[in-house]
Each structure stands twice: as structure tokens, then as C-alpha cells.
């Protein structure tokens, strides 16, 4: 699950990250009224307004707005209602904007400002790059960081390799302080900007842990200009992006409330409801399987045979003609979809009533596109016997003997 970036803010201070302060707006007539109550309480002029969607790239689509007065919060917020959303992320579709997130404008030091001309680049505003996930490779929780924060990490890791810092977590102990303050050291920082950098590594680290995360991400993590009071600068988080593992999330009521379903795709949505997995996708055979390594086998082999998946559809090992016939629904939404391919594996399952099963919800939902079904397992004669007898009323409706014979019939019936 994701959440937004304002949503992640306040989840960073409940755990004392600092952030900048900040208001969210469903309207742009609350901008400007907005504008004036974040910065009059930072003390400042400055204000951004960002939009709130599941996407990068906000800021060089224009979705990124600094303003100094109420009128240019206005503007900015007129313009980002009015108009979706196209990054690199969203495709040409773009996303609509319905929350807008006002906050405080962070005066950013340039590393020469806070002692860090060692970093290179002296005019560079002093930007880090902070974040936890999950190694696959070592099966632990990993500590990302680098001094060229601002950016996407991606690009910092294919240009400047040596400038990401991979720290691994004890999965028992957790981060330790003296780790925390070596990857501190590390990412190049000095004086007393050690010590908040320790602070906030300790801190997200056991935010991590304790909220079941997947990604705990700080970008950019800046430092202030030279104050009376931080000489060295402030260390203070002005973006940041959280995944939670959804295994883990019915131990947390607080964080199923930020859970914004408008977001997502509204099938993906529907199908989670019926206890479907789906995720869609860019192609035109739709795919109906039961299994998640069996449904990854399908799609594999529908584009060894040149064609391409609409979708991930696992219906799992028990699914029932409800769930089969809400999955055909799901499925012909999508009006890209040019054939189905239903592969199916009857282990404990009888595959003659899963085939009784596929008819029935076949004919509720009225099939005009190809539909090619590939049983095996339990029964399976008395299965594709049903199957042969129903083609006479589902004329589209095809039985194929294996999992290849399935993918070739499928592809060519839909050209």
C-alpha cells in the first residue's frame, strides 16, 4: 500500500524526522487561505504547492509550484485541478489531481554555506538522499543513502556508483547508533550535522520496523542555512514516499485509514473486494489463472508466442463461479482486450466443475471476444468434455490441450 506525500510527512514527525509544515486542499478557492496560514506560521513567504498522486516527475511536469503571495498559490492550485497530470510515470493517460499539499518553503544552504565544499560542487544545494527496503539478495533491511539527494537514485547509482551507501540491518538488533553515525560520516557530513543525521537514521529505521514497511524513503533530506542556533544547519525532510507490506497491514488500523483507493486503478480496486489478484496491464489477451507462479508461467508463454498479456489474474486455488464470473467482468473492462486465455490447474479441485464453473459464468457475461480455455488436472476429461459440448452456445469459446496449444490459439484468434 501507498500513501501520499502529506500523509508520509505527518508519519515521519510522529517520529520525530523534522519536516517543514504544511496543509492539504481538495479546492483551489482554500489556496490562498491556505498560503497565508502555513506561511505566516513558518515565518516565511515561501510556500510550495505540490500535488498529491502516486507519481514522480511532478516537478518537471509543472506539478511543483514555489510561490510567494496568495495570488500565485491560487494560480498554482487552479492549474493543477484543471489539468491531469503526464510524467514519464503516469503514461499518456495522466492522472487527475484532486489534493494539493501547501507547505512551508525550506531555504536550502548550498554545501559550501555548511562546510561540505569536500562533496564537490560548492553551489550545489546541500541535498540527501535517505531510505530503507528490503534486499532480496541478503534477506535483510537495507540502508540506502547518498549525497546527491534532489534526484532520481536510479540515475545516481547508473552514473556515480561509488555515491550510494548500502548499509545492511542486523534483522535482530536492528540499526545500531555507531552504524548510524558511520553512514552519517559517510554521506559526507560534519560537525553537529553528524549527530541529527544519527537521529534521523535511528529514527526511520525503527519506523521501518515497527509500521511494517516495504519503502521508507527520504528525498531530498536538506540542510538549512547556518542559524544562531544550528550553526551547522538544520537536517530537515521535504519529501518522502512510504510502501507497506499489505501481509502486514491488519496490524495496523492507523495506517488503513490513509489508504486512498481513488489513487488506484478502480478495477484493481474491485477485483481485491471479490479476492482477486489483479494488476493490469498493457497488452490485449486478458489472462484468468489460478495460481500466482502459474499465472506468470501464462503470460511468459503468451508473449514466447508473440502476443501480449492484458493482465495478471490470479483467482486462486478455490475459486468459485462468483469469483470466476467477477474476474470475466474485470477483465472485459478493459477495452483493449481482444481475447481471454483461461488456464487453469485442477489439483484438490474436480475439473469438471471448474469447467461447469467457466461455462456458466461465460454465458452471464456474454463473451464477443476469443475465449480459450486450457484445463488439466483432477478430471480433466470430463472437464474439456464440457467444454467441447458448451462451444455450441459460446461460439467464441475454444478448449486447448496444453499450455502451449492455449497461447498459440489464443494469439492468432485475436490477430
Request: aromatic residues 4%; glycine residues 10%.
Amino acid at each position: 500500500m501507498k500513501i501520499h506525500e502529506h500523509q508520509a510527512r505527518d508519519l515521519l514527525a510522529s517520529f520525530n524526522i523534522p519536516v517543514p509544515a504544511g496543509d492539504v486542499i481538495t479546492s483551489a478557492d482554500q489556496a490562498a487561505a491556505t498560503y497565508t496560514k502555513v506561511s505566516s506560521e513558518a515565518g516565511t513567504d515561501l510556500a510550495v504547492v505540490k500535488a498529491q498522486v502516486f507519481a514522480g516527475g511532478r516537478g518537471k511536469a509543472g506539478f511543483v509550484k514555489l510561490t510567494r503571495s496568495p495570488e500565485e498559490a491560487a494560480e498554482a492550485a487552479n492549474f493543477m485541478f484543471a489539468n491531469k497530470m503526464v510524467s514519464p510515470q503516469t503514461g499518456p493517460e495522466g492522472l487527475e489531481v484532486k489534493k494539493l499539499l501547501v507547505a512551508a518553503g525550506v531555504d536550502i544552504a548550498t554545501r559550501k554555506q555548511v562546510g561540505l565544499e569536500h562533496l564537490g560542487e560548492p553551489d550545489r544545494p546541500a541535498e540527501f538522499y535517505l531510505a530503507i527496503t528490503t534486499d532480496r539478495d541478503t534477506r535483510r533491511n537495507m540502508l540506502i543513502a547518498s549525497s546527491e539527494g534532489g534526484v532520481e537514485i536510479e540515475q545516481v547509482a547508473a552514473d556515480t556508483p561509488d555515491k550510494i551507501i548500502k548499509s545492511p540491518i542486523h534483522p535482530l538488533m536492528g540499526m545500531q547508533p555507531n552504524e548510524a553515525r558511520r553512514i552519517a560520516f559517510e554521506m559526507g557530513l560534519k560537525g553537529k550535522q553528524i549527530s541529527q543525521a544519527t537521529k534521523i537514521i535511528m529514527a526511520l529505521s525503527t519506523l521501518y520496523s515497527k509500521k511494517d514497511c516495504a519503502l521508507a524513503e527520504i528525498n531530498p533530506l536538506v540542510i538549512c542555512p547556518p542559524s544562531d542556533g544550528m550553526p551547522d544547519g538544520q537536517l530537515i525532510a521535504i519529501d518522502a514516499k512510504f510502501e507497506f507490506d499489505g501481509n502486514g497491514l491488519f496490524r495496523h488500523k492507523d495506517l488503513q485509514a490513509l489508504h486512498d483507493p481513488t489513487e488506484e486503478d478502480p478495477a484493481e480496486v474491485e477485483a481485491e473486494a471479490a479476492g482477486l489478484n489483479f494488476i493490469k496491464l498493457d497488452g490485449n489477451i486478458g489472462c484468468l489463472v489460478n495460481g500466482a507462479g502459474l499465472a506468470m508461467a501464462t503470460m511468459d508463454t503468451i508473449k514466447h508466442h508473440g502476443g501480449d498479456p492484458a493482465n495478471f489474474l490470479d483467482v486462486g486455488g478455490g475459486a468459485t463461479r462468483e469469483q470466476v464470473t467477477k474476474a470475466f467482468q474485470i477483465i472485459l473492462q478493459d477495452a483493449g482486450v481482444q481475447g481471454i486465455l483461461v488456464n487453469i490447474f485442477g489439483g484438490i479441485m474436480d475439473c469438471s466443475r471448474i469447467a461447469g464453473g467457466i461455462v456458466d459464468a461465460a454465458k452471464e457475461v456474454g463473451f464477443k471476444v476469443p475465449l480459450v480455455v486450457r484445463l488439466e488436472g483432477n478430471n480433466v476429461e470430463a472437464g474439456r468434455h464440457i467444454l467441447e459440448q458448451a462451444s455450441g452456445e459460446l461460439p467464441t469459446l475454444q478448449a486447448a490441450t496444453d499450455l502451449n496449444d492455449a497461447a498459440t490459439k489464443v494469439v492468432k484468434a485475436v490477430g
